[in-house]
């Protein structure tokens, strides 16, 4: 099994590292770190780098791909060369995921046409207003045939073990959860716009580089 | 506000990403990695690195430090400069850290000597058997004094929301658990090995590093 995980300049760190560290388990597993250009990606914060060993080239057919989010998506949105090579590679890619405002970017390669997807809470409605064909919905993981778009950021996690079990068998997957040990207790149940408390939400709206519109 | 996570080779990406998602979000954080040496440290499986910005000499008074986990752990815990540099540091931290198999190396520097602490599941027994004086207990995230350990991978989200809202207050820790969409929805029950199937537990057991004395 080969899976490939694209890197860009401002992405989220644990979108591609929560499904990595997932997806590396399964047996015969090789995952690759691919950017447009090789070398270190600086994430959203700017404090850490994720080596990128692998240029688009290299990679031409991965069984996997992932395509994490951050504030890097919106360029890569504008990306001819990044979409095409989505385009290219998922026509022949077993899964095709994103997590997190990644699936706007599998939205803007036209991937996501007619289908139920999910995003970052706070980007949902822009999977909707940018008229790209999908049908945002508020869930943590969403199974289209083999597109699989997760939640924010640490959706990917969930995102990669329901993708293990659906192509390796639940005791792959599970046998990966629990050397993981992931077993979460959040402290707070706060995880959610819907579960947090409003004076939260809105803080955290406020901040968001997505704006909703009046 | 200053964290420091330590990176060296062979190890586990999560250990280290998870905390590092949640303190970079805590207002006015600044979040260094750091190694012995700087450059591209390589993870357990190889196939991704983190790059450490930082050497030991650059990081000296730190308000966090993370010690996260992995197979590089066992070389750690006989580095004489490693575990100065951490005794050194913890003596003016607010608040210093472990994730997963990390605590081992915080106990081969002296500092769990008398404290509850944890570490993965897996290694408990190693806290133990090794007489580095803790008492290993099997919880998420253990906090003793400015010493806090968390269990396996994972566990380091928790880790740090939970330090999040001791130093910084609830409503900083659930606007970062918001922002990062932690609603965590495993699909399995299997985080642990009191949750998951004994056939499972076995599985995993089988191929850990930590073997269990007959």
């Known amino acids: 099994m080969e899976a490939a995980i694209l890197l860009f300049d401002r992405l989220t760190a644990l979108d591609a590292v929560g499904p990595y560290e997932v997806l590396r388990q399964i047996p015969g597993a090789q995952v690759r770190f691919v950017a447009k250009e090789l070398g270190p990606k600086r994430t959203d914060a700017g404090s850490l780098a994720l080596m990128a060993d692998y240029a688009l080239k290299d990679i031409s057919s991965p069984d996997i ?27 022949t890619t077993h899964w095709t995921t994103s997590v997190c405002t990644g699936a706007l970017i599998l939205a803007a390669a036209g991937l996501l046409q007619g289908l139920r997807a999910t995003t970052h809470w706070l980007a949902l409605h822009v999977l909707l207003l940018r008229q790209l064909g999908a049908e945002a919905v508020s869930e943590r993981v969403v199974v289209q045939g083999k597109i699989i778009t997760a939640a924010g950021v640490s959706a ?12 390796y068998g639940e005791e792959v997957a599970q046998a990966i959860q629990l050397s993981l040990e992931y077993d979460p207790q959040p402290p707070f149940n706060a995880g959610s716009p819907g579960k947090a408390p409003a004076t939260i939400v809105e803080r955290v709206r406020s901040r968001s580089r997505f704006k909703v519109p009046a």
């Open 65 to 91: 791909i992932v395509i994490p989010g951050g504030p890097g998506q919106a360029d890569l949105m504008e990306d001819r060369v990044i979409l095409d090579w989505i385009r290219q590679i998922h026509t």
């Open 156 to 167: 990917g996690i969930d995102m990669a073990l329901t993708l293990t079990a659906l192509e």
